[in-house]
């Protein structure tokens, strides 16, 4: 279990002097003397840390300790740095609020240590990792290079901020540091060329000729024995627990960890030893013709050595230190230098010198330490700056420092004192008034624009005429001479106070933190801060490039004639710029106590600590703690943060803010004294309160992580689960499914294969069952086939035991025929003569009766078909068959004459006109007429003439007339002759010695060949009084012409010409017809 602990625990004295009983100055004092004593240098006044200067190195800065106060509230553990400084980064880091650390003190008092103890504490608690250990360990190196050029051992403290720094350091939003940005405040230049006696110059000059290497000093020119340089003060050269010469490597180291080039490092070196050199150059008056004296350099040697470090040209430089160039509007005016002049030249280049070179450090390492990335970040700024500082001697760099710490004292009030008591009226909460120093008075006796003393000292400067430092205390004298805070001889004097403490070139201003007498010697030159024209133009004829860039004003193409603004002036702005930034961010305070004057360990002198308690105000720190509140803030955002303490206000509080507050301390519960509602805040008396609410938050913040997890690990849990589920459901149901495919299969396939031997089984057994039955109804049959032969035998046997064979033949046989006529009936052919068809036949003893009745039923149909002839028709039919008999396959032209039906009269002899002649001459009934060629004997060509036949005559005529060329009774016909062949030429031949023999027989050919030859010889059979008329068919027979019988002589030739038949006359006695064979 964790141990609560409290700064309450083990206290020596009291660790919060808010809690000091009875609060007076002597307790308070007594309580830091304890606690010092005890080694306990930190004690708060509520969230102010109070440290004393310890003086030597205490075991707690280790890192257990830093682990230790790491993201610990702060009232948990004993006082400690650490304890702010975690406060500072968690409040930046956790609630996005950006802070301020300041640290404020007298010099000596640590304020520098405490700075980088704040800054060595966040480095440690803040995030780690390559990029950002970089960034951290550059942050941090930048420590030693600005202490080395910027610190200097003075008699109050022998590393003494000589120099003003603020520091912004900036982290992204996880807190991780992400680089940062210094601010330097007016540098003590004055060191450089003068320092009071017990102190030293900056602790670089010293580091170098200590610690550089024989060759380095030897390429700077330089030698190690400090008493070589006039700027260098020999009293306190060495200080004692200060290693010079560790320090300059450790000063090299830290340069090139925050990334400065080796080149650079050299440069800065290079000028380091330059002023140095520039220290050593001494001058001698030379008299003049007009009694002045002018200014020589006496040695040159050091002026050479330095010219040749930088690479300027000697003579540039000499002619520098001895006159002076002043340039008004158009004019050049040039002025010889005195040797004081000259001094005071050297000087002015000496302090620029270096004071150029320390800005342009800082620039360099900010260029090296800025963040690189441009996202928004948060800002925690250190500020370091010069403590207030009273010396015997104090001028203008003291007046500047205690004008920083005067409005740094201004912040403090104004953030803690006075802004707090206003709050608590601004908010209503009763309140008494608590009495306090305002330093703004002060401020405003400094800084006024009208008659402050910056200004007064500004107008001084630029006031036209003679200006002194006289003429500035004088007008101080007139213009401050009423100020409360402002003393001077003659302000005192006017009062009639004698105060001889006061010298007549000095004024004393009463600061927050006690007198300081000002000497005013050199305020007007320091504040002018001139560096003649001649000199930066001379350094800008530098080859040196870091020289020539540290003095951009001498180059000579861009000369300004307006003043640059005073150091004051510049001071002041920057001041007032500060002020304005600590303004916007959380202020830490950090009040730096210096124990005492000797720099010593274990010693505390009560009056010099009495004197910084009163002066910081931390009694008035404490009066104000104790009687308001330890913590305020606004009611929204303190209901956001602590709302989740309460069920009434978590997760959402509805109506006012306020209202919600208050709900949520009553539940809590917190006691009402506790507390107490302002306007628009709440305000929280007590830090353990907060601390309590504090407490409970992270609790409850972490119970709500858990919650969160808790249900965020449940829902990836269950979501993953479910996917699993939903997955395993699919695979399942598709593993189910191929699973059950697989059986279905297995289960049809077998029951196929059951089913096939069931079925074979069933149908074998069906076969074998059907067989037997067939077996069965044959036996049957056959059985009562016999059994019925045998009944009928046996009854038929005492009737026809004799016949009862041929009678049961004969009726079988009658049954048989029966059922083939009726057959035969039922399927007759149709009664087209020329149709085959007949059906077949039943039985093969049927076969003679079968085509007997075809035959008789073919003649019957024919029979039938000419029954239904008319006279006429029954007349061509029989001169067809006459035909058929007469050249039925004796002559080829027959096949082609069948089919056309003889019509005997083809001219239509009696009723055409033409033929009226013919008609008359012929009188009997014509049989036959039509046009044949009858061949001429002599050329064997044919000529065209009407061919009739009458019962009695051929006749011959022509065609055109009509006219009756030859007839023949056809009882001088003895014969026609007619070819094989398929023609149709026929010869009539006459019976010899007839009367119409004598003119010879006729060839002729016809189209009706076998018409005309039918019909002569069925006249000749008609007719009763003459025989028949031969047919002769033969392929050469003989024509008996006129006078000579000629053979003709029918041949079969190939077609040629078409299928035409022609003759020829091969001479008297033959005569050729050629007929072409039809295809
Ligand atoms: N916490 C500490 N532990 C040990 N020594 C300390 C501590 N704080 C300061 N010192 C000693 O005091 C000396 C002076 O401290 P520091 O330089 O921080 O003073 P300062 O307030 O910065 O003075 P100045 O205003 O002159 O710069 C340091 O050199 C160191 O020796
Ligand atoms: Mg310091």
Same mark, same amino acid.
């Given at each position: 279990m964790?141990?609560?602990?409290?700064?309450?625990?083990?206290?020596?004295?009291? $660790?919060?002097?808010?809690?000091?009983e009875?609060?007076?100055e002597e307790?308070?004092?007594?309580?830091?003397?304890?606690?010092?004593?005890?080694?306990?240098?930190?004690?708060?006044?509520?969230?102010?840390?109070?440290?004393?200067?310890?003086?030597?190195?205490?075991p707690?800065?280790?890192?257990?300790?830093v682990?230790?106060?790491?993201?610990?509230?702060?009232?948990?553990?004993?006082?400690?740095?650490?304890?702010?400084?975690?406060?500072?980064?968690?409040?930046?880091?956790?609630?996005?609020?950006?802070q301020?650390?300041?640290?404020?003190?007298?010099?000596?008092?640590?304020?520098?240590?405490?700075?980088?103890?704040?800054?060595?504490?966040?480095?440690?608690?803040?995030?780690?990792g390559?990029?950002?250990?970089?960034?951290?360990?550059?942050?941090?190196?930048?420590?030693?290079?600005?202490?080395?050029?910027?610190?200097a051992k003075t008699?109050?403290?022998?590393?003494?901020?000589?120099?003003?720094?603020?520091m912004?350091?900036?982290?992204?939003?996880?807190?991780?540091?992400?680089?940062?940005?210094?601010?330097?405040?007016?540098?003590?230049?004055?060191?450089?060329?003068?320092?009071?006696?017990g102190?030293?110059?900056?602790?670089?000059?010293?580091?170098?000729?200590?610690?550089?290497?024989?060759?380095?000093?030897?390429?700077?020119k330089?030698?190690?024995?400090?008493?070589?340089?006039?700027y260098?003060?020999?009293?306190? &050269?060495?200080?004692n627990?200060?290693?010079?010469?560790?320090?300059?490597?450790?000063?090299?180291? &830290?340069?090139?960890?925050?990334?400065?080039m080796?080149?650079e490092?050299?440069?800065v070196?290079?000028?380091?030893?330059?002023?140095l050199?520039?220290?050593n150059?001494?001058?001698?008056?030379?008299?003049?013709?007009?009694?002045t004296?002018?200014?020589?350099?006496?040695?040159?040697?050091d002026?050479?050595?330095?010219?040749?470090?930088?690479?300027?040209?000697?003579?540039?430089?000499?002619?520098?230190?001895?006159?002076?160039?002043? %340039?008004?509007?158009?004019?050049?005016?040039?002025?010889t230098?005195?040797?004081?002049?000259?001094?005071?030249?050297?000087?002015?280049?000496?302090?620029?010198?270096?004071?150029?070179?320390?800005?342009?450090?800082?620039?360099?390492?900010?260029?090296?330490?800025?963040?690189?990335?441009?996202?928004?970040?948060?800002?925690?700024g250190?500020?370091?700056?010069y403590?207030?500082?009273?010396?015997?001697?104090?001028?203008?760099?003291?007046?500047?420092?205690?004008?920083?710490?005067?409005?740094?004292?201004?912040?403090?009030?104004?953030?803690?004192?006075?802004?707090?008591?206003?709050e608590?009226?601004?908010?209503?909460?009763?309140?008494?008034?608590?009495?306090?120093?305002?330093?703004?008075?002060?401020?405003?006796?400094?800084?006024n624009?009208?008659?402050?003393?910056?200004?007064?000292?500004d107008?001084?400067?630029?006031r036209? $005429?003679?200006?002194?430092?006289?003429t500035?205390?004088?007008?101080?004298?007139?213009?401050?001479?009423?100020?409360?805070h402002f003393?001077?001889?003659?302000?005192?004097?006017?009062?009639?106070?004698?105060?001889?403490?006061?010298?007549?070139?000095?004024?004393?201003?009463?600061?927050?933190?006690?007198?300081?007498?000002?000497?005013?010697?050199?305020?007007?030159?320091?504040?002018?801060?001139?560096?003649?024209?001649?000199?930066?133009?001379?350094?800008?004829?530098?080859?040196?490039?870091? *020289?020539?860039?540290?003095?951009?004003?001498?180059?000579?193409?861009?000369?300004?004639?307006?003043?640059?603004p005073?150091?004051?002036?510049?001071?002041?702005?920057?001041v007032?710029?500060?002020?304005?930034n600590?303004?916007?961010?959380?202020?830490?305070?950090?009040?730096?106590?210096k124990?005492?004057?000797?720099?010593?360990?274990?010693v505390? @002198?009560?009056?010099?600590?009495?004197?910084?308690?009163r002066?910081?105000?931390?009694?008035?720190?404490?009066?104000?703690?104790?009687?308001?509140?330890?913590?305020?803030?606004?009611?929204?955002?303190?209901?956001?943060?602590?709302?989740?303490?309460?069920?009434?206000?978590?997760?959402?509080?509805?109506?006012?803010?306020?209202?919600?507050?208050?709900?949520?301390?009553?539940?809590?519960?917190?006691?009402?004294? %506790?507390?107490?509602?302002?306007?628009?805040?709440?305000?929280?008396?007590?830090?353990?309160?907060?601390?309590?609410?504090?407490?409970?938050?992270?609790?409850?913040?972490?119970?709500?992580?858990?919650?969160?997890?808790?249900?965020?690990? $449940?829902?990836?849990?269950?979501?993953?689960?479910?996917?699993?589920?939903?997955?395993? *459901?699919?695979v399942?149901?598709?593993?189910?499914?191929?699973?059950q495919?697989?059986?279905?299969?297995?289960?049809?396939?077998?029951?196929?294969?059951?089913?096939?031997?069931?079925?074979?089984?069933?149908?074998?057994?069906?076969?074998?069952?059907?067989?037997?039955?067939k077996?069965?109804?044959?036996?049957?049959?056959?059985?009562?086939?016999?059994?019925?032969?045998?009944?009928?035998?046996?009854?038929?046997?005492?009737?026809?035991?004799?016949?009862?064979g041929?009678?049961i033949?004969?009726?079988?046989?009658?049954?048989?025929?029966?059922?083939?006529f009726?057959?035969?009936?039922?399927?007759?052919?149709?009664?087209?003569?020329?149709?085959?068809?007949?059906?077949?036949?039943?039985?093969?003893?049927?076969?003679?009766?079968?085509?007997?009745?075809?035959?008789?039923?073919?003649?019957?149909?024919?029979?039938?078909?000419?029954?239904?002839?008319?006279?006429?028709?029954?007349?061509?039919?029989?001169?067809?068959? %006459?035909?058929?008999?007469?050249?039925?396959?004796?002559?080829?032209?027959?096949?082609?004459?069948?089919?056309?039906?003889?019509?005997?009269?083809?001219?239509e002899?009696?009723?055409?006109?033409?033929?009226?002649k013919?008609?008359?001459?012929?009188?009997?009934?014509?049989?036959?007429?039509?046009?044949?060629n009858?061949?001429?004997?002599?050329?064997?060509?044919?000529?065209?003439?009407?061919?009739?036949? @009458?019962?009695?005559?051929?006749?011959?005529?022509?065609?055109?007339? $009509?006219?009756?060329?030859a007839?023949?009774?056809?009882?001088?016909?003895?014969?026609?002759?007619?070819?094989?062949?398929?023609?149709?030429?026929?010869?009539?031949?006459?019976?010899?010695?007839?009367?119409?023999?004598?003119?010879?027989?006729?060839l002729?050919?016809?189209?009706?060949?076998?018409?005309?030859?039918?019909?002569?010889?069925?006249?000749?059979?008609?007719?009763?009084?003459?025989?028949?008329?031969?047919?002769?068919?033969?392929?050469?027979?003989?024509?008996?012409?006129?006078?000579?019988?000629?053979?003709?002589?029918?041949?079969q030739?190939?077609?040629?010409?078409?299928?035409?038949?022609?003759?020829?006359?091969?001479?008297?006695?033959?005569?050729?017809?050629?007929?072409?064979?039809?295809?």
């Open positions: 964790e141990v609560k602990t409290s700064l309450l625990d083990n206290m020596i004295g009291v $660790g919060d002097m808010v809690l000091l009875p609060l007076s307790s308070f004092l007594e309580n830091l003397k304890n606690r010092f004593d005890h080694n306990e240098i930190y004690t708060y006044i509520g969230s102010v840390v109070i440290s004393m200067n310890p003086y030597r190195s205490l707690i800065y280790t890192p257990d300790k682990e230790e106060y790491r993201n610990r509230n702060f009232y948990e553990l004993s006082p400690h740095i650490y304890a702010l400084a975690d406060e500072a980064y968690r409040s930046l880091r956790d609630q996005d609020k950006d301020c650390i300041l640290i404020t003190g007298e010099s000596g008092a640590g304020k520098t240590e405490a700075s980088k103890l704040v800054m060595s504490y966040v480095a440690a608690v803040c995030g780690k390559q990029e950002v250990n970089k960034v951290k360990e550059q942050l941090l190196q930048s420590n030693p290079v600005l202490e080395a050029f910027g610190n008699v109050r403290n022998d590393n003494s901020s000589r120099f003003g720094k603020y912004d350091i900036e982290f992204d939003f996880k807190g991780d540091p992400l680089g940062g940005v210094i601010s330097n405040y007016l540098l003590e230049k004055s060191r450089v060329v003068k320092q009071p006696r102190e030293r110059n900056f602790h670089i000059f010293y580091q170098l000729l200590s610690g550089a290497s024989d060759d380095t000093l030897k390429k700077l330089l030698d190690r024995d400090f008493s070589k340089y006039n260098l003060s020999l009293d306190s &050269a060495v200080v627990g200060l290693d010079d010469a560790a320090s300059f490597r450790t000063v090299r180291n &830290a340069m090139q960890i925050v990334g400065f080796e080149d490092m050299q440069s070196l290079q000028l380091v030893a330059a002023v050199k520039l220290g150059i001494e001058f001698k008056p030379e008299s003049r013709n007009n009694s004296d002018e200014s020589r350099i006496k040695d040159k040697n002026l050479k050595e330095m010219c040749e470090l930088l690479g300027i040209e000697q003579s540039v430089l000499e002619r520098a230190f001895s006159y002076r160039t002043v %340039e008004a509007k158009l004019e050049k005016v040039s002025t230098l005195n040797v004081s002049q000259a001094y005071y030249a050297r000087d002015a280049l000496a302090k620029n010198l270096y004071s150029r070179l320390f800005s342009w450090l800082v620039t360099r390492i900010n260029e090296s330490i800025k963040a690189q990335t441009k996202a928004r970040h948060k800002v925690m250190v500020l370091d700056i403590g207030f500082e009273i010396f015997e001697d104090n001028s203008f760099e003291q007046f500047i420092i205690n004008y920083c710490n005067e409005k740094l004292q201004q912040i403090f009030i104004e953030l803690t004192l006075r802004e707090e008591q206003e608590y009226i601004r908010e209503g909460i009763e309140w008494t008034n608590i009495e306090y120093f305002n330093n703004a008075i002060i401020c405003d006796l400094i800084e624009n009208q008659n402050g003393i910056l200004a007064m000292l107008e001084e400067c630029l036209p $005429g003679t200006v002194t430092d006289e500035f205390l004088d007008k101080l004298n007139t213009i401050c001479a009423e100020h409360q003393e001077s001889r003659l302000s005192k004097n006017s009062k009639f106070l004698n105060d001889h403490s006061l010298p007549h070139n000095c004024f004393r201003i009463q600061h927050y933190a006690g007198k300081v007498l000002y000497r005013s010697e050199g305020f007007v030159d320091k504040n002018n801060d001139l560096l003649y024209r001649d000199l930066s133009q001379a350094m800008y004829k530098a080859t040196h490039s870091l *020289i020539k860039e540290l003095f951009p004003e001498g180059n000579p193409a861009k000369v300004n004639l307006k003043r640059p005073t150091a004051g002036s510049q001071f002041k702005a920057s007032g710029t500060l002020m304005r600590l303004q916007t961010k959380n202020p830490n305070y950090i009040r730096c106590i124990p005492n004057d000797k720099k010593a360990a274990h505390f @002198t009560e009056s010099l600590v009495c004197h910084q308690v002066y910081l105000g931390l009694m008035e720190n404490v009066r104000v703690r104790r009687a308001g509140y330890a913590f305020r803030q606004p009611y929204e955002p303190c209901l956001e943060r602590y709302k989740m303490l309460c069920k009434r206000t978590w997760p959402h509080w509805r109506g006012p803010a306020r209202e919600g507050v208050e709900t949520l301390m009553v539940d809590l519960p917190i006691p009402t004294d %506790e507390v107490s509602y302002g306007r628009s805040k709440i305000f929280i008396r007590n830090p353990r309160t907060l601390f309590f609410l504090e407490e409970r938050r992270r609790q409850c913040l972490q119970d709500l992580a858990t919650l969160i997890q808790k249900i965020y690990r $449940g829902w990836k849990c269950r979501t993953h689960f479910l996917l699993l589920k939903k997955s395993q *459901i699919v399942s149901a598709w593993y189910r499914r191929f699973a495919q697989k059986k279905y299969q297995k289960i049809k396939s077998s029951t196929t294969v059951v089913q096939s031997y069931i079925r074979g089984w069933q149908a074998r057994k069906l076969l074998r069952e059907l067989k037997y039955q077996r069965c109804k044959e036996a049957v049959t056959t059985i009562a086939a016999y059994w019925h032969g045998t009944q009928v035998r046996r009854e038929y046997r005492k009737f026809f035991r004799a016949n009862a041929k009678k033949y004969d009726f079988t046989i009658q049954r048989i025929m029966q059922k083939y009726l057959g035969l009936k039922n399927n007759m052919p149709p009664m087209s003569p020329i149709d085959k068809n007949w059906p077949a036949r039943p039985y093969r003893f049927l076969d003679g009766v079968h085509k007997e009745l075809q035959r008789i039923f073919h003649l019957w149909r024919c029979k039938k078909y000419r029954s239904k002839f008319t006279e006429e028709k029954k007349a061509v039919y029989e001169e067809k068959l %006459e035909a058929s008999k007469l050249f039925k396959d004796k002559k080829a032209l027959y096949p082609s004459s069948v089919s056309k039906p003889f019509k005997g009269d083809y001219l002899i009696r009723k055409n006109p033409k033929y009226q013919l008609n008359s001459a012929v009188e009997e009934k014509v049989l036959l007429a039509d046009v044949v009858k061949i001429n004997r002599a050329n064997s060509k044919g000529t065209a003439r009407i061919f009739l036949l @009458t019962k009695k005559n051929v006749v011959l005529a022509d065609q055109k007339t $009509g006219q009756v060329k007839s023949v009774p056809l009882l001088d016909l003895a014969s026609v002759s007619v070819s094989t062949k398929n023609d149709g030429f026929f010869a009539l031949k006459l019976k010899a010695g007839s009367a119409s023999a004598t003119k010879g027989d006729f002729l050919s016809s189209d009706h060949l076998i018409e005309i030859i039918t019909k002569l010889h069925r006249s000749g059979a008609t007719a009763a009084d003459r025989e028949q008329i031969n047919i002769d068919i033969s392929d050469e027979f003989l024509v008996q012409f006129k006078h000579d019988k000629v053979c003709v002589k029918f041949i030739v190939a077609p040629k010409n078409g299928n035409s038949v022609s003759c020829k006359r091969k001479n008297n006695r033959l005569l050729e017809v050629l007929v072409p064979t039809t295809a």
